[in-house]
Nanobody
Framework: QVQLVESGGGLVQPGGSLRLSCAAS????????MGWYRQAPGKQRELVAG???????NYADSVKGRFTISRDNAKNTVYLQMNSLKPEDTAVYYC?????????????WGQGTQVTVSS
């Protein structure tokens, strides 16, 4: 059984910072690409940032220069450092990972963590 557990969400004022963490646990043979998605009320879930097992990254245009994704392969953990937060960053943030845990590799999702940017 594989689990992704997120932490670090909360309420922050515009211009502030938050750091999200997502740890994968369970029977993990291989951990491939990891990423963060977000979903705001009434909107579709969108990719925020992704990182390959080798460390290559990609970002949504809306967060480039403000957010940084990183990972610690020894801890099976991915991070999202969010700086200069804006009200439009308010959403539920979900961790995603491609994991080989017996059988074929598949995508796993975390339970989501709320990020609210408001004064």
């Amino acid at each position: 059984q594989v689990q992704l557990v997120e932490s670090g969400g909360g309420l922050v004022q515009p211009g502030g910072s938050l750091r999200l963490s997502c740890a994968a646990s369970g029977s993990i043979f291989s951990l491939y690409a990891m990423g963060w998605y977000r979903q705001a009320p009434g909107k579709q879930r969108e990719l925020v940032a992704g990182i390959t097992s080798g460390g290559s990254t990609n970002y949504a245009d809306s967060v480039k220069g403000r957010f940084t994704i990183s990972r610690d392969n020894a801890k099976n953990t991915v991070y999202l450092q969010m700086n200069s937060l804006k009200p439009e960053d308010t959403a539920v943030y979900y961790c995603n990972a491609a994991i080989h845990s017996g059988g074929f590799p598949r995508d796993y999702w975390g339970q989501g963590t709320q990020v609210t940017v408001s004064s």
